[in-house]
């Protein structure tokens, strides 16, 4: 029994049909050219890569095979490699004669004969394609962010933001200066206070606006507080769903903020309650169009009045 197995299992190992099974076990694209640039054989990873089958690869050159550009890439490519006779590696695009363009890292070496002679060249190829579109998706966000984050420090409201574990993504100086001295100190440590926990930099109120919109999913909260002889104005959104919330903090104690706050409240009371204004307005005997200018008229006062 011994006798018979041996035999059976080395002449497994010369089978040229199971080493194109390994190839073809595969996920990686494999290929091996001849001498003069003759498929000789590729795996099925290979195929789809291509988009051809083994019948339209095998037997023919890489002119036939790839476009001009990849042909004549691969053409110098394996010139340097059977030149140097070790390894290559190189990123290259890949066009194929449909059109398609892939990014692909390629690991080429040389094969030997059992003289030791070379007779071609074996390759893979890694198709990177997604990877890069990934990388520019990452550095396109990162230039974002970075940009964000320039805009945020520049704001003269408080600006918090936290995520679902509680903790501060990132915040600025302002909303520092607003919960008084010792937040104020440790965002010098701290820059952007990030990785903080929330709960212990914000008033109890502030902290349930902010978990209450993380947990519920709503798109806005707001309200008006009293902090440190300050009125606040706290407005709460929610950033990414359930994952990310952030709180502008105003101080309404600033004199333009309070300006500003009279108008834009004003202007949503005229907007929202116009027809209120109007049924008033008849029944106290009075022009709806002179009542609603007067309002506006009070609103403009506010807007273009003394900064005193």
């Not at 076990?25 to 051809?52: S, T």
């Not at 984050?149 to 408080?158: D, E, V």
């Amino acid at each position: 029994m011994i006798y018979d197995k041996k035999p059976f299992a080395d002449g497994n190992n010369e089978c040229p049909e199971i080493h194109q099974k390994i190839i073809d076990a595969l996920p990686i694209p494999i290929f091996y050219r001849d001498l003069n640039g003759i498929y000789q054989m590729c795996n099925k990873a290979h195929e789809k890569f291509m988009g051809k089958s083994k019948d339209e690869i095998i037997g023919k050159s890489i002119h036939e095979v790839h476009s001009k550009e990849t042909s004549d890439i691969y053409a110098n490519q394996d010139k340097e490699l059977l030149k140097n006779l070790g390894e290559q590696i190189y990123e290259t695009q890949i066009k194929h004669i449909n059109g398609s363009i892939y990014n692909a890292i390629l690991k080429k070496g040389v094969i030997r004969d059992n003289d030791d002679k070379v007779i071609g060249i074996v390759g893979s190829i890694n198709d990177i394609t997604e990877l890069k579109k990934t990388q520019k998706r990452l550095e396109r966000a990162q230039e974002s962010m970075e940009v964000s984050s320039h805009m945020l420090h520049k704001i003269s409201a408080g600006i918090v933001m936290m995520d679902s574990n509680y903790k501060v993504v990132d915040s600025n100086e302002s909303f520092a200066k607003l919960m008084g001295d010792e937040i104020d100190e440790l965002y010098e440590t701290i820059p952007g206070l990030k990785g903080a926990d929330v709960k212990g930099l914000v008033p109890e109120v502030i902290f349930k606006m902010m978990s209450g919109i993380l947990s519920s999913g709503e798109d806005k909260l707001e309200r008006d507080m009293k902090f440190q002889n300050k009125l606040l104005h706290i407005s709460v959104i929610t950033l990414y769903k359930n994952r990310v919330v952030g709180a502008v903090i105003r101080d309404m104690s600033a004199p333009m903020l309070v300006q500003d706050e009279i108008i834009s409240r004003a202007q949503r009371i005229n907007k929202q309650s116009i027809e209120t204004v109007q049924k008033i307005a008849y029944l106290m005997g009075e022009n709806a169009a002179e009542t609603e200018e007067l309002l506006n008229s009070i609103i403009e006062i506010y807007r273009y009045g003394d900064d005193e």
